[in-house]
């Protein structure tokens, strides 16, 4: 098809025309019938091919061709240059024009309106993008450009992967592989509230929010026999206030006293004798601390132990 | 690594309570606070009037939260934040000791003693009898207990006269010779 826009040339002109002497011969006297000849008709003749060549070419850039819809394959034509091949029904191929019929420069839009993937196949052995033809996902649109060889896209969107150096905002992301990303954002990400109500499906969940569900442990501690802490989170500090009975502090309160406390004691502290040991709350945990006990079975007595673990499930203020 | 230290108070009965900071909360505190979301999207507001609500002056709440959140202080005045926060205010005599300080054996535990004014930690013999006996005691019946299930020894309990053991658990003069005072016929309980 080669360029849209064909120049125009002024025919019938008389680019040499006789010379004035400044005689006064029939030759040189000024009349419309030889004017007419020699300006105004060459430039309405080149004026209107103008026009026309200017019409067809509109008509061959992208929009300028309309649009054609088909539900099956489409094998477009050279006749389809600036044109939109918008196809309906999944598993369709729109087959490319012949380049080199077309040749360079040739232009045509494919979108994928159905709801499955379609193809873009080259005509022949040309390749589009360096492949014998591309997949469309749905709702994916492309142009297509020629080098008079093979067939080029621009826009479309990659089957195998997507890297964006940007934001990407949109209603609905689907992906069988993998989404990768350096961060994630918006209403993507679980709210607080939504943590703490725990009833979402759809959203992610970052550190930020994650200790506010309600099956994670908001604190947890590892001490010895003398409250000192080997391992802790959200905890400020052990109280010793007696054998076997030591307060663990909550760097944050809970929203109030109904929450629960897990402590399990580990081995005997006391004496040779194998001791079987349990550990409970001293009273309702407070918003801030919990006592925990440590009792030997036998008889009761509150008694140290090697270590003690305890962890603390519940809302936090 | 900083080496920790605690805070040792007397309760209103004489008793010893010992407060043992976190190595987590010692480098919030001095350091630059907490990372983001460490604690989850508190309503620091909340932590406050809870604290507040539990008998913790506002202003040492109001401290901690800050301390939370963008840490800055000084290790003394992190152990002091801790004291004002995580120790009840009618303890008395609180001070802040190296753990190598404390009392290693810790027998007596419930029987250690203190002034209100602060200063060493002794032990109440009077409380630290009771501890013995009850030891010893418990000691028997556990040893009985276990024979019962013993081929050979089923039928054989452990011979011991607690009269005799109470009689001189109430003569012992101190926490040394009370300590001493354990049946021959069971394993000494270090």
């Not at chain 1, 008079?148 to 990659?158: D, I, K, R």
């Not at chain 1, 040779?272 to 030997?296: D, E, I, N």
């Not at chain 2, 013995?132 to 028997?140: G, L």
């Not at chain 2, 309990?157 to 012992?172: G, S, Y």
Request: hydrophobic residues 40%; charged residues 20%.
């Amino acid at each position: 098809m080669g360029a849209p826009f064909s120049v125009t040339s002024i025919s019938g002109y008389n680019s040499n025309p006789p010379s004035d002497d400044g005689t006064q011969t029939e030759a040189n006297r000024v009349k419309w019938s030889t004017i007419k000849t020699k300006l105004p008709d060459p430039i309405k003749t080149a004026y209107e091919a103008s026009e026309t060549a200017t019409l067809a070419a509109f008509a061959k850039i992208i929009g300028g061709n309309g649009i054609t819809s088909t539900a099956g394959s489409y094998s477009a034509l050279s006749t389809d240059q600036g044109k939109l091949i918008y196809a309906t029904g999944a598993g369709a191929t729109i087959s490319t024009p012949d380049a080199t019929d077309v040749d360079d420069p040739f232009v045509f839009g494919v979108r994928n309106a159905s709801a499955g993937t379609i193809t873009i196949d080259g005509f022949g052995s040309q390749t589009i993008d360096g492949a014998a033809n591309v997949t469309m996902q749905s709702g994916d649109g492309t142009l297509l450009f020629t080098d008079g060889t093979n067939w080029f896209t621009t826009g479309l969107f990659p089957a195998s992967s997507l890297t964006l150096s940007g934001t990407l905002t949109a209603a609905t992301v689907t992906a069988t592989g993998a989404l990768n990303g350096a961060t994630i954002g918006g209403s993507m990400v679980a709210t607080v509230a939504e943590m703490e109500t725990a009833g979402v499906t759809d959203k992610v969940v970052t550190p930020f929010t994650m200790n506010r569900s309600p099956g994670v442990a908001k604190a947890f501690v590892k001490y010895d026999s003398s409250g000192s802490v080997s391992a802790s989170h959200n905890i400020t500090s052990v109280t010793d206030g007696g054998a076997g009975a030591l307060t663990p502090n909550w760097a944050t309160d809970f929203s109030s006293a109904n929450y629960s406390c897990v402590a399990t004691p580990s081995a005997n502290n006391s004496g040779s004798t194998a001791t079987s040991f349990s550990a409970q709350l001293g009273t309702s945990p407070a918003a801030g601390s919990a006592l925990v006990y440590t009792l030997r079975f036998s008889d009761g007595a509150q008694i140290d132990v090697t270590s003690t673990s305890v962890g603390a499930f519940g809302d936090q203020a | 690594m900083i080496k920790l230290r605690c805070i040792v108070s007397t309760r209103p009965d004489g008793g010893v309570s010992i407060t043992h900071p976190s190595a987590e909360i010692m480098a919030i505190f001095t350091l630059g606070g907490a990372p983001e979301g460490y604690f989850g999207r508190l309503d620091w507001d909340a932590q406050i009037a809870s604290m507040t609500g539990r008998g913790i002056r506002e202003s040492v709440a109001v401290r901690h939260v800050r301390a939370l959140i963008s840490g800055g202080l000084t290790t003394a005045e992190a152990y002091e934040l801790i004291r004002d926060r995580d120790t009840a205010s009618d303890w008395s005599g609180k001070e802040l000791w190296a753990r190598a300080e404390l009392p290693a054996d810790r027998w007596f535990r419930d029987a250690w003693h203190r002034s209100a004014n602060g200063g060493p930690i002794v032990i109440n013999l009077s409380r630290a009898k009771s501890i013995q006996f009850r030891e010893i005691k418990n000691a028997v019946d556990s040893e009985n207990k276990r024979r019962q299930s013993d081929l050979e020894l089923f039928d054989i309990p452990v011979a011991c006269d607690l009269a005799f053991f109470r009689e001189r658990i109430r003569k012992a003069s101190d926490e040394r010779e009370l300590r001493r005072i354990w049946p021959k016929e069971l394993a000494w309980m270090s």
